[in-house]
């Protein structure tokens, strides 16, 4: 994800496909309890829409990414879009593809 995210550019919006292997891991609750069999440790390749819209870009820009990305969701024939808008949130992705939004 490090790579991933050296290369996206400052200003501009882009889409990201992204397939990615992923061992899912168990979740202890508040209660001691560990989660239900999506934590299963079992490996999974999520096939994902990442909207990258940084904070800089134009307006122009991030209102012709905004009108698109239901196009590209269907066009590409994923379950789940997720908005990035810098470093960190590309650096998060693992965490939020094992469900902990």
């Known amino acids: 994800m490090e790579d991933l995210a050296d ?19 168990g979740r202890i609750h508040a209660g001691g309890s560990k989660a ?21 870009c134009n307006p122009s820009m ?6 698109a990305v239901e196009l590209m969701r269907n066009t590409a024939e994923v379950n789940r879009v997720i908005e990035v808008q810098d470093e960190d949130d590309i650096l998060s992705i693992e965490s939020k593809l094992q469900g902990s939004d």
Do not use: D, Q
């Open 7 to 25: 290369e996206l550019p400052e200003s501009s919006p882009r889409f990201i496909l992204l397939s990615y292997p992923l061992t899912l891991v």
């Open 36 to 56: 239900p069999p999506h934590g299963s440790g079992r490996l999974t390749v999520p096939y994902v829409l990442l909207y990258y819209l940084p904070e800089n």
């Open 62 to 67: 991030r209102m012709t990414y905004a009108g």
